[in-house]
């Protein structure tokens, strides 16, 4: 597997502020890279060091195998980036900003190649016109508003149809569909399928977390500048709890002292002819639900009602975190607790 | 930001109900004056230290009451210097300051005054701050008042220092001219504060604001070289015409500032009006949709495409503005025969003998000075472009660093030559003659607009944060030629502008040594802003 994107022990510093602090990230050549994070914890400043905006202070960045602040502008050929706040010239209007970055794009220039491959389009240079103009259409962008009266979304929809149109093969979008309305949003996950479909690679910050689970490979989730978890979802969600709620014949005996169970809390039901029926509820490590499960049915089973973990819960706990130690391994994943 | 810190306009909001239009007025203007603490003490400052350094110098120069009588009546006597500086209405110490400095005082006050109000109203309502501001407990009128009221604030402060920095040359005299001051720069604030409500971009405030300042310094010019007491038609329509009518330590007359209070109440009721009947962020000149495709395709292109409305303007108003002073050179030939201090300080300004020559070699100057301004604002579009985040997803798109810098200093390097050449054709038209020697004249002064250009691209290349210190470094060489010579200021302290150490021309003797010298710092200087700009990190 070739790797598009990959950074290792990133350091980067503003005056007394650490915003990167030995962060690490590998996206693969064609894969949907979701990058998570609370506000601050350096998404988008590791995207600055990746685009060659902002010089690392330790550490090494590679894209496309090539360097990002040496190689800037040959790199930045073959790929196209969405800010999350979009700034238009408030005198020109959105078709010529559109057309603008396709050019920049290409420095007039057809080539291919490269990781990731692409379409064999068959172009001399700028956007190709017919999806220009298929993107405007499905992204209902009026081009001739200047960029003074755009909305926020509609700003982004300038943006996104000039990185979606470019002929690159790496995409860049920190939180891009911020103020799109959900049909847009809808637009954007399909176009981003489509780009994938394509071969490109695509590095995808974002907040949404609907969209990160429906668009997403692999994500990985940072927090104060360093990476604390990362991986597919699936391995992601094994590493972390499930939601458990059962209804008991009789008072759980020994659940509360099992290793990996969690937040555990035990009503009364109510008394039946058979007995005091419990209603419990916790989370439970989901490499230990077997041990857990067992113990429950000891205590006679009435109802369960088992949550697999959301990619909320997942997120929330590493945002909530206080002072978590450091990445456990080389690889920059931690072990859940 | 809450109502209750306002200064409740009590009865007013009872009335109006609940929209209370002035609520917050009072956050609204300390929050106004903290955002401009350092520029407006500044602005504040440096105009109060012209007017107040002038009696001592004067004095060191023409030391006796006979000397001084003698430079007002050659004065008075001329038609191009009338149109100068104004006619001299009194030959104390005092009245000679007014003559001497009042007129432009009241210009930059003008100046100062405008670009605060446009900056608290329209440019905050470009940028979206306003949106939040108007959705806190602000009362629709507040942002404007408030505006007003920072403006009013800066010109009280500079009549205050002037009125009381002066006082040793007359208590009345000095209030007059303070007041006059500063009621120049509040009629132009309320005409910023109507124009303002006309274009939805806060730059094309500033500039059209600018240009009608610029109007009426040259109808007072006009006005003044066809009569010696102020009293044509054409000065009276200019407020800096009114600003010498209220000869200030001759006589003063007071009355005239009636006419600023009127003008100031009359527009101030015109701006509300009209900012009633809109909406935010909105304007009465519309705007029109743009092309569906564009064209544009380097980053050379683009900048040419932001800056070429600017790179028209200065040349109109190069051309426009040689074209008057060449019109006022063709009467300094009437000096000729004038008595020898008068022939002095003009000859030291133009720095020879030939009193025409040093005439146009004054203007020459003078517009090279002006270009300063053009060769800064151009180059520190660089500036407003990064810490807009504009230039992010341009640079993180195939330009380098240097090819999108590179666009905008071709602009501001080529746009210096551009403007200079015009200045010169319109002072060659205006003086009719002379086209080859003045033209060339307006060249020699490139390398010292350019050096202050370089100046511009190292502090930008080093930081962003330092990169207005540049307006500093042109503010700095523009009031050295001002008022150096009238000053005689040592020459160790001329030589800090890059302007004085070119050859006085037309008239003088060519030399090349300081143009090769300052075009090589240019380019240095240039070089090296870029190559710290290629290492630095981008704002972000």
């Known amino acids: 597997m070739t790797k598009a994107i990959s950074v290792a022990g990133l350091h980067k510093s503003f005056g007394r502020t650490h915003a990167l602090d030995g962060l690490d990230l590998e996206v693969a050549a064609g894969e949907v890279h979701g990058f998570l994070g609370p506000n601050g914890s350096g998404k988008s400043t590791t995207i600055r060091v990746l685009l060659g905006l902002l010089r690392a202070d330790a550490g090494t960045a590679r894209m496309l195998d090539m360097d990002p602040w040496a190689d800037a502008v040959e790199l930045h050929r073959r790929v196209a980036y969405v800010p999350g706040d979009v700034t238009l010239w408030r005198n020109l209007s959105g078709g010529e900003v559109i057309d603008l970055y396709g050019r920049l794009h290409d420095g007039g220039r057809s080539r291919r190649g490269g990781a990731g491959g692409g379409p064999g389009g068959g172009r001399t240079g700028g956007l190709d016109p017919a999806r220009r103009a298929d993107l405007i259409e499905r992204f209902e962008l009026d081009p001739t508003k200047k960029g003074r009266t755009y909305s926020k979304g509609n700003r982004q929809k300038v943006a996104l149809v000039a990185a979606f149109a470019s002929d690159v093969d790496v995409l860049i979008l920190d939180e891009p569909t911020s103020g799109l309305d959900p049909l847009m949003e809808e637009v954007f996950q399909s176009c981003v399928r489509e780009e994938r479909d394509r071969g490109r690679t695509i590095l995808l910050s974002s907040h949404i977390l609907s969209e990160v689970e429906e668009l997403c490979d692999r994500v990985s989730i940072i927090r104060g500048g360093r990476t604390v978890e990362s991986g597919t979802l699936a391995d992601l969600r094994h590493l972390t709890r499930t939601s458990v709620t059962a209804e008991l014949a009789g008072p759980p005996n020994g659940l509360a002292s099992l290793p990996g169970v969690h937040g555990l809390d035990v009503q009364e039901a109510g008394v039946r002819h058979d007995g005091v029926r419990c209603k419990v509820r916790f989370q439970a490590d989901t490499d230990r639900l077997d041990a857990v499960l067992r113990s429950l049915t000891d205590s006679g089973v009435r109802s369960l009602t088992s949550t697999p973990p959301t990619l909320e819960e997942l997120f929330l706990r590493h945002y909530q975190d206080e002072d978590r130690p450091g990445p456990a391994d080389g690889n920059g994943k931690t072990v859940a607790r | ?540």
Request: aromatic fraction near 6%.
């Open chain 2, 1 to 540: 930001m809450t109502a209750t810190t306002a200064p409740a306009p009590g009865a007013f909001a009872a009335r109006a109900g609940g929209s209370r239009p002035l609520a917050g007025t009072g956050t609204l203007l300390r929050f106004a004056l903290r955002r401009d603490r350092v520029t407006m003490p500044l602005w504040v400052g440096v105009i109060a230290l012209m007017v107040l350094s002038l009696p001592a110098s004067l004095k060191s120069v023409y030391s006796t009451p006979a000397e001084r009588a003698d430079l007002a009546r050659q004065m008075l006597a001329n038609s191009s210097l009338r149109a100068t500086y104004g006619p001299v209405f009194g030959d104390s110490l005092g009245g000679l300051t007014a003559w001497r400095i009042g007129g432009y005082a009241g210009v930059l006050a003008a100046v100062m005054s405008l670009i605060v109000v446009v900056r608290h109203t329209r440019d905050e309502e470009e940028s979206g701050r306003q949106e939040l501001v108007s959705a806190a407990m602000v009362g629709r009128r507040a942002p404007l008042t408030a505006a007003l009221l920072a403006a009013l604030v800066a010109n009280g402060v500079l009549t205050v220092l002037v009125a009381g920095g002066l006082a040793g040359q007359g208590a009345s005299g000095a209030l007059a001219l303070g007041l006059a001051i500063g009621a120049t720069g509040m009629v132009f604030a309320t005409m910023a504060a109507i124009v303002a409500q006309f274009t939805q971009s806060a730059r094309l405030a500033k500039g059209l604001t600018g240009g009608l300042v610029g109007a009426a310094f040259v109808l007072r010019a006009a006005g003044d070289s066809a009569t010696d007491d102020g009293s044509s038609v054409l000065t009276w329509l200019s407020p800096v015409g009114w600003l010498e009518n209220v000869r200030a330590f001759a006589d003063e007359r007071w009355w005239v500032l009636l006419l600023f209070a009127a003008a100031v109440a009359a527009q101030g009721a015109v701006a509300y009006v009209l900012a009633g009947r809109r909406d935010m962020g909105m304007s009465f000149l519309p705007t029109r949709p743009g092309p569906a495709t564009g064209r544009l395709g380097t980053a050379g292109a683009l900048a040419w495409r932001l800056q070429r409305g600017a790179v028209l303007g200065w040349s109109l108003g190069f051309l426009a503005a040689g074209a008057a002073f060449g019109g006022i050179t063709k009467g300094a030939a009437d000096l000729v025969g004038g008595n020898a201090k008068t022939r002095e300080i003009i000859e030291r300004m133009g720095g020879q003998a030939g009193i025409t020559d040093a005439f146009l070699a004054t203007m020459v100057s003078m517009l090279g000075m002006v270009a300063a301004l053009y060769v800064v604002s151009s180059v520190l579009r660089l500036h407003g472009e990064e810490t807009s985040q504009r230039a992010e997803p341009l640079l993180a798109a195939a330009v380098g660093r240097l090819r999108w810098a590179g666009g905008h200093l071709v602009l501001a390097f080529g746009g210096t030559v551009l403007i200079m050449l015009l200045g010169g054709l319109g002072l060659a038209l205006g003086y009719g003659a002379e086209y080859g020697a003045v033209l060339g004249a307006c060249l020699v002064q490139v390398p010292a607009v350019w050096t202050l250009g370089g100046l511009a691209v190292l502090l930008y290349g080093l930081s962003p944060r330092i990169a207005p210190g540049a307006w500093a470094a042109a503010g700095l060489a523009l009031l050295l030629g001002w008022i150096g010579p009238a000053l005689d200021l040592p020459q160790p302290v001329m030589d800090l502008s890059p302007f004085g150490h070119l050859p006085r021309l037309p008239g003088g003797t060519m030399t090349w040594t300081p143009v090769v010298v300052l075009t090589a710092l240019a380019v240095a200087l240039t070089a090296a802003g870029l190559t710290a700009l290629r290492r630095r990190d981008l704002a972000t």
